[in-house]
Nanobody
Framework: QLQLVESGGGLVQPGGSLRLSCAASGFTLDYYVIGWFRQAPGKEREGFSCISSSNGRPNYADSVKGRFTISTDNAKNTVYLQMDSLKPEDTAVYYC???????????????????????WGQGTQVTVSS
């Protein structure tokens, strides 16, 4: 059974850093895109980063570009999200999700389209506050 488990959330001061982990079980990352999404209270869920494990190409939304770094460790079947220079507006529940990819998708940069992702983790809370 395909399962994703996020960890690493918590409370951090503005300007601080956190590293989130997304551990996958029941499948290997080789033919999947892993995306990170977040949802703040009263707001729609936002996709802000993804990575294709087949080619290692990341994608970032403008809101996090230059501050967040996504990486994958296929040996550990885990995707990481390093978050630096955190801002109060980064406060949200963070989710990772998986998209099965095939054919030419294996060569392309991932796309941050929520409807592409069929499996989701339970989420981890990130709070940025002084």
């Amino acid at each position: 059974q395909l399962q994703l488990v996020e960890s690493g959330g918590g409370l951090v001061q503005p300007g601080g850093s956190l590293r989130l982990s997304c551990a996958a079980s029941g499948f290997t990352l080789d033919y999947y895109v892993i995306g990170w999404f977040r949802q703040a209270p009263g707001k729609e869920r936002e996709g802000f980063s993804c990575i294709s494990s087949s080619n290692g190409r990341p994608n970032y939304a403008d809101s996090v570009k230059g501050r967040f770094t996504i990486s994958t460790d296929n040996a550990k079947n885990t995707v990481y999200l390093q978050m630096d220079s955190l801002k109060p507006e980064d406060t949200a529940v963070y989710y990772c999700a998986a998209e099965r990819i095939r054919g030419l998708q294996l060569l392309r940069q991932c796309v941050l389209s929520e409807t592409n992702f069929g499996s989701w983790g339970q989420g981890t809370q990130v709070t940025v506050s002084s």
